[in-house]
């Protein structure tokens, strides 16, 4: 349905309108389909797969094992489609989203290059008028944003950024036809995630490429190998068993974890397991104790041993202990998984520059200036990162009661309640938002639980012969202050991350994502469901409210 073609009118009136085609929304889009309800869904991008369309950046790949990262509704599905790879790249999940939506006939029900532009509830009749840059405008009982935790990608404010004459890119909106480095002497600012991914394999290509990092980040390698027949069938023999475990974890993926602390054992058997992870990789090596999250001591056991690793891999000192992180605990900030990131340092045409003590003071015309230094480039790579779990949300005009603007109710930080819902946003759900697990987890695990218990609640709308919920203020308090309660017993607070808001200039300081646990958070959702909704209202058309608190 793209604009390349004879694009087909909008229906104008729908159940419910999904904002976002990646894996949340084509999951909606199809249990809505279940309950008989009819669903339009909006993309900007010219096909499905969300975030996985748009970071197209070189090197980029999951950090959750691929045989984890993956949609556990169909037993069909998950036994049919094959991956590449343990850690599967960018165009292999790309494709499996356009598998699941080809498996599902999902785009007949979706129109692209589309931006939803505003959302509109009339508390007289319950519904949501959404309207389009294009010119759409449809009425909807529900509105269900789907428009993805990591969406929302953000250049930095640096002046002269218009003034660069060479070719800029931000890592979250990487030009489809790729980028030719070859014989380029490249910029990269910024070295989170998608850098560490990126940096290893423009270096392979480029002359020349400067680093500019601001802080150093925890990376972890990922050991990525072809995915064998034997470990496939491996996960594919006992599927729905691992599925329905991972569901209870702390972080949605089967990680092994150690019950003890790390420092209830001797220091060399503390090594022994930290090598142990080491040598297996990937994110899971924070599972090597339980309570490297929450015990300053303890991580600092996994922090140290990872600063060793860097320094054995890194051959120049200097450059080392710029790499090893010290300004807040392991874990606390996303931690990565690399390729050969750090190893990547001991190519000759490989320079780290620290911003720390100047910043970055200007972007000129020939490159990047700092401590009074320029530092000439043909390209500059922004690595920038996103307005993550909130921007993708407050960049749409979404106004509820008394014309109230979503924006201006989370000027201070993001309030809700569970993550789905917000006061005063009647029949607007929010598909793994700001109060859920969400980023801290395997999102598909996360996506399917959030889509599950809507798709769950509308059909109890159904059943009652109601039309309307909406979280009470009371609910969404109470929850707002369990998440920071939960956030504040554990080290995370203790980094300036954007969990934190913090990667934003003018963000509020919040902890945004609900740490207590995947397995923990689907059992209070089950239980609030199970009491009727307790913490919602629920209406009836044209009737009094019907309090569930």
Known sequence: MSTNSARPPVPAQVDAVIVGAGFGGMYMLHRLRGLGLSAVVFDTATDVGGTWYWNRYPGAR???????????????????WRWPETFSAQP??????????DKLDLRRDM????????????????????????GDVVSARYCVMATGCLSAARL??????????????????????????????????????????????????????TVFQRTPNFSIPSRNVPMTDEYEQSWKSVYPERRAAARMTRNGVLADPNDFSALSVSEEERQRIYEDRWRRG?????????????????????????????????????TAELLAPTSHPIGTKRICVDTAYFETYNRPNVTLVDIRPAGIERITPQGVLTGGVEYEADIIVFATGFDAMTGALTRIDIRGRDGVALADKWEAGPRTYLGL??????????????????????????????????????????????????ATQAAEDDWVAHVN??????????????????????????????????????????????????????TAPAQAAVAAE
Not at 62 to 80: A, G, L
Not at 119 to 124: G, Q
Not at 444 to 466: F, K, P, T
Not at 491 to 510: C, D, I, T
């Open 62 to 80: 999951c950090d959750v094992e691929s045989m984890q990262y993956s949609y556990s509704f169909s037993p069909e599905i998950q036994q049919e």
């Open 92 to 101: 292999d999940i790309l494709r499996y989203a356009g598998f699941v939506a």
């Open 111 to 134: 129109w692209f290059e589309t931006k939803v532009t505003e959302a509109t509830f009339d508390p007289a009749s319950h519904r949501w008028t959404v309207r389009t840059d294009r």
């Open 156 to 209: 930095p404010d640096l002046p002269g950024i218009d003034d660069f004459q060479g070719a800029t890119y931000h890592t979250g909106w990487w030009p489809h036809e790729g980028v030719d480095f070859t014989g380029k002497r490249v910029a990269v600012i910024g070295t989170g995630s998608s850098a560490i991914q990126s940096i290893p394999v423009i270096a392979a290509e480029a002359a020349e490429v």
């Open 282 to 318: 990937g994110t899971t090596f924070m599972a090597a104790f339980n309570d490297l999250i929450v015990d300053k001591a303890a991580n600092d056991t996994a922090a140290a041993f990872v600063r060793s690793k860097i320094r054995d891999m890194v051959k120049d000192p200097r």
């Open 421 to 470: 819902m917000s006061a005063g946003f009647p029949n607007l759900f929010m598909i793994t938002g700001p109060g859920s697990p969400s980023v801290l987890s395997n999102m598909m695990v996360s996506i399917e639980q959030h889509v599950d218990w809507v798709a769950g609640c509308l059909a109890a709308l159904g059943e009652r012969q109601l039309d309307c919920i909406e």
């Open 485 to 538: 309660e939960v956030a504040h017993k554990t080290l995370y607070p203790q980094a300036a991350s954007w969990y934190m808001g913090a990667n934003v200039p003018g963000k509020p300081r919040v902890f945004m994502p609900y740490i207590g646990g995947v397995g923990a958070y689907r059992a209070i959702c089950d239980e609030i469901a199970a009491d009727g909704f307790r913490g919602f209202r629920l």
